[in-house]
């Protein structure tokens, strides 16, 4: 079946300029993570929802970083006024599914963020 | 919060031999270890995991144990192939009813040599 996908795959921004990065989930995966993967580094994680609702935001490094689910099954994290800093491929998994193992998290491709 | 730390950051090995590559932890809660392998400019796919009330799992060429008592857990692969190059993660959680954010390692880059 459709795993995780994500878009745009890459995006380059301007500082200052706010972007929006999609994240469409496994069909009926509750539980949605983003992560942020700087270079060379491991995944560092920034938020959860479980359906619509934000669980823990406890990750996101300020409050320029913002992300939705609305209707508990797209996603959307929203960076403004992007830094260089902000550089980074973002990365959205996707668990829980009904009747299945609830913690094997499966991921998409990511979004690979330039900001010059 | 929880703290992974992954040991080597580089690994090259000949084809057909093992490797190694070794994790901790600080929190004494986490009861879930996964292991993924991520190639270059590829999402990040889970290979193994192991729960904190199993000591060791086996699929196949790959392997991971866990010691809880000294907090630290390690992946094995035997009979490496050059298609086993790549960058491996371990990680670390805490499993709730809902979701289960994971504390990643910085990674080890392995490279099996022909």
């Known amino acids: 079946g459709a795993g995780v996908s994500q878009s745009p795959r890459y995006k380059v921004a301007k500082r200052g300029q706010d972007v929006a990065l999609r994240c469409d989930p496994i069909s009926g995966h509750v539980s949605l993570f983003w992560y942020q993967q700087a270079l060379g580094q491991g995944p560092e994680f920034l938020t959860y929802f479980q359906n619509e609702a934000q669980l823990d935001k406890s990750g996101l490094p300020s409050d320029r970083f913002f992300a939705e689910r609305p209707e508990g099954s797209v996603s959307t994290l929203k960076i403004q006024r992007t830094q260089q800093e902000d550089s980074a491929v973002y990365l959205c998994a996707s668990s829980l599914p009904r009747g299945g193992p609830a913690e094997t998290q499966y991921f998409g491709p990511g979004t690979r963020l330039l900001v010059l | 919060g929880e703290n992974v730390e992954q040991h080597p950051s580089t690994l090259s090995v000949q084809e057909g031999d093992s490797a190694v590559i070794k994790c901790t932890y600080s929190d004494s809660a986490s009861n879930y270890f996964p292991w993924y392998k991520q190639e270059l400019g590829k999402r990040p796919q889970l290979i193994i995991d192991?729960?904190?009330?199993?000591g060791e799992k086996k699929d196949q060429r790959i392997a991971v144990t866990l010691n809880k008592t000294a907090k630290h857990f390690s992946l094995h692969i035997t009979e490496t192939q050059p298609e086993d190059s790549a960058v491996y993660f371990c990680?670390?959680?805490?499993?709730?009813?809902?979701?289960?954010?994971?504390?990643f390692g910085t990674g080890t880059q392995l490279k099996v040599e022909l």
């Open positions: 990680a670390a959680s805490i499993l709730t009813g809902g979701g289960n954010k994971l504390t």
């Open positions: 192991i729960r904190s009330n199993v």
